[in-house]
């Protein structure tokens, strides 16, 4: 059995996890591109603090968010989201939450679906 190495939580971990337990939407940066987040679940991916979200608005890297509610859900690396603050807009998701992803291996902190 191999041991998956996990690496320090970075500092918007905390503000991640506040936003998680107490339904806030934050305002995020994440590769260039500005977004209104709802966390859903936090993690790890391989050994990195990863988050799943819900993204209300903004853009994507791949351009303009899709306007299809089911296809909004954003699987980021925790490490590479800058200047996260809360944001004062409603929270969001869509009918198709779940935790049965790829995208977190371990899950310590999450919504139930």
Same mark, same amino acid.
């Given at each position: 059995?191999?041991?998956?190495?996990?690496?320090?939580?970075?500092?918007?971990? #905390?503000?991640?996890?506040?936003?998680?337990?107490?339904?806030?939407?934050?305002?995020?940066?994440?590769?260039?591109? #500005?977004?209104?987040?709802?966390?859903?679940?936090?993690?790890?991916?391989?050994?990195?603090?990863?988050?799943?979200?819900?993204?209300?608005?903004?853009?994507?890297?791949?351009?303009? *968010?899709?306007? &299809?509610?089911?296809?909004?859900?954003?699987?980021?690396?925790? #490490? &590479?989201?800058?200047?996260?603050?809360?944001?004062? &807009?409603?929270?969001?998701?869509?009918?198709?939450?779940? *935790?049965?992803?790829?995208?977190? #291996?371990?899950? &310590?902190?999450?919504?139930?679906?």
């Amino acid at each position: 059995m191999s041991i998956i190495p996990i690496c320090p939580r970075p500092p918007t971990w #905390d503000l991640l996890a506040q936003a998680l337990s107490e339904r806030r939407t934050v305002k995020a940066s994440y590769h260039g591109t #500005d977004r209104l987040l709802c966390p859903h679940a936090l993690g790890w991916k391989n050994g990195r603090p990863k988050l799943l979200a819900y993204q209300i608005a903004g853009s994507t890297t791949h351009g303009a *968010l899709p306007a &299809e509610a089911q296809r909004r859900w954003r699987s980021m690396f925790v #490490d &590479e989201i800058e200047a996260a603050i809360f944001a004062d &807009e409603p929270w969001g998701t869509a009918d198709n939450y779940s *935790l049965s992803t790829n995208a977190i #291996d371990q899950v &310590e902190l999450a919504l139930a679906p």
